[in-house]
């Protein structure tokens, strides 16, 4: 588990202190895919790099595995690192060197715990290298998982944007780390390019186990891979929990902004008030607008419907203009009640 507690940071500068963060606290737990979201500068970059103390905080703690990463000493702290693998929205390849030799890097410094008994049964912890036919073998299987072993001899170069992430992707994984940190992985590439680093990170996290937090700034990231979320916003975490949840039911002004698209709070309603109409895979599976229809003949107007269908369930928003008669309006309520369909009356 990756733990924050009242975590700060705060960066000198000539026009005096800048503050990143404030007072964060934050669980993440093992075997989540926990999204960051927030806007530009809300201090996501700042926050990841706190975990794995590529930024130090100027406050409060960083635990891992209950282990407090900011009382470590540096060896130790090159030790965790291994545990922690990191992709950065600008790949950060070398550029000199082949795919292959990209994903084998980590190997080459990373030193492996062996344990040697000793003839009087005790046993030693010793760190050595990674034997070349290991190292190998690992890098082999690194790329199958990504999907680029014909690309092995390749240089960054000749690579496209989303080639380059998966031979990122594959690099973070070479020590075998327990958690995978994420940092915009995504925004330089185009929708399906995301669309299937996305699905490579959600088959990462089932196959191999691996925790990964995402650093994003679309709700789409949040949306299609994440099990939880916090949304940051001007150096704090403004609200978090599991998604379906943030999802139906932002409470902050700055989530509103990030989860309800911009059209759905716009929406002009000629008759009656507004309905959104949250679908998170629980209600009946009829649908609603048809169902008003036929069993109270009550024509509703859709404003807007943002919703999907995943294994048969339904998932997303849809905004309603309500009868003005308020028996009707009472009704309509009283319908989707029925069916199981929250419902939010000021959007
Ligand atoms: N090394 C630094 N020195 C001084 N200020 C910094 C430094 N790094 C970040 N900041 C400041 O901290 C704040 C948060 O920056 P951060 O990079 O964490 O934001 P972000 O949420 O990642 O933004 P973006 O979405 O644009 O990447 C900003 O005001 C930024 O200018
Ligand atoms: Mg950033």
Avoid at 9 to 38: Q, Y
Avoid at 61 to 71: A, C, N, P, Y
Avoid at 182 to 196: F, G, K, R, V
Avoid at 237 to 265: T, W
């Amino acid at each position: 588990m990756i733990e924050l507690v009242h975590l700060s940071k705060t960066f000198p500068s000539a026009n005096g202190p800048i503050v990143a963060l404030e007072n964060i606290d934050l669980r993440i737990e093992d075997g989540s895919v926990f999204g960051i979201i927030g806007l530009s500068g809300a201090g996501k970059s700042t926050l990841v790099r706190c975990i794995n103390l590529l930024e130090r905080p100027t406050d409060g703690q960083v635990f891992i595995d209950g282990e407090e990463l900011t009382k470590v000493k540096r060896s130790r702290l090159l030790k965790i690192r291994q545990n922690i693998g990191m992709i950065f929205q600008n790949f950060n390849l070398l550029e000199q060197r082949t795919v292959y030799d990209n994903v084998k890097f980590p190997l080459e410094i990373a030193r492996v715990r062996r344990e040697i008994k000793r003839k009087d049964g005790t046993v030693k912890a010793v760190y050595s290298r990674i034997g070349r036919e290991e190292a190998r073998a690992r890098v082999e299987d690194l790329l199958e998982l990504v999907g680029l072993s014909d690309r092995a001899r390749s240089y960054p170069s000749q690579l496209s944007g989303g080639q380059k992430q998966r031979v990122a992707i594959a690099r973070a994984l070479a020590t075998n780390p327990k958690y995978l940190l994420c940092d915009e992985a995504t925004s330089a590439l185009d929708p399906n390019t995301t669309s299937s680093i996305l699905e490579l990170l959600k088959e990462i996290n089932k196959k191999l186990g691996v925790t990964i937090v995402v650093i994003t700034h679309e709700m789409r990231v949040v949306d299609s891979i994440c099990t939880d979320v916090a949304v940051i916003d001007q150096s704090r975490i403004v609200e978090s929990g599991k998604v379906a949840d943030v999802f139906a039911f932002p409470q902050s002004e700055i989530a509103k902004q990030l989860i309800i698209p911009e059209l759905i709070r716009t929406v002009e309603s000629a008759g009656g008030s507004k309905l959104r109409l949250v679908f998170n895979g629980e209600e009946a599976d009829t649908p609603v607008v048809s169902g008003l229809a036929i069993e109270y003949g009550i024509a509703v107007n859709i404003l807007y419907a943002d919703t999907k269908n995943i294994d048969g369930k339904t998932y997303g928003h849809m905004v309603i203009t309500l009868p003005e008669d308020e028996g009707l309006a009472a009704k309509v309520k009283q319908y989707l009640e029925k069916n199981n369909v929250t419902y939010k009356e000021e959007i």
